[in-house]
C-alpha cells in the first residue's frame, strides 16, 4: 500500500469523536482527486444529522468549528488550526474562544461532510520515516459543509490551509 493510500484509510483523530457515515467521491466542483478525502459525520448516538456551530455564522465562518447534536446533546470539536493538521500538530496551540462566541451556522440540524487533504507525499513520507505515529493528523487542508435537511446542495462552511 503506497502511502496516500494509507493515510487515506486511516481516519484522523477529530473525525472519531463522530461516526462517520460512509467515505464519498467529492463532487466534481470540490477539490478532488487521490489525496482529497470527504467523510460524512454523524453523532455517536445515531443522529445522521449534526449542527455546525464556528465564530460566524456566514461564508466567513473561521475556526473552531464544533458539532452539536440535538438528540443527544453531544457537542464537541471538530476542528481547530491551532490543534489540528498539519500547522496545529506542529504548533499545538488552541484557538482561545469561548462556546458563548460560538454561533450556529444554520439554525436546523443538517448532513456534515468534511473533506482533508494529503499533498505533497513526501512530507508524509519524512514524517514516517522519523516515526511519527499519528501521520493521519497532518492533513494539509480541511473544509467543513453542510447541507440543510431538505436542501439539495451541500454549502461550504469554512476551509482552512493547514500547511
Known sequence: MDTIESLRNTTPHIAAKFRVLETLDSP??????????????GCKCGS???KVKTVRPSAAAVPPAYLTCCHCGMSEL?????????NGEM???????AQSDLVAYSADEGAVLIT??????????DLIAEGVKNPEDYFDTFTVYFRQDGAS???SVLSCECA
Not at 471538530?78 to 498539519?86: K, M, N, R, T
Not at 504548533?91 to 474562544?97: G, P
Open 28 to 41: 466534481k466542483l470540490w477539490n478532488r482527486g487521490a489525496s482529497f478525502v470527504t467523510v460524512m459525520l
Open 48 to 50: 445522521p444529522t449534526l
Open 78 to 86: 471538530l476542528f481547530d488550526e491551532g490543534l489540528h493538521g498539519w
Open 91 to 97: 504548533e499545538k496551540e488552541a484557538a482561545n474562544v
Open 116 to 125: 482533508y487533504s494529503y499533498q505533497n507525499v513526501e512530507n508524509y513520507d
Open 153 to 155: 446542495n451541500f454549502a
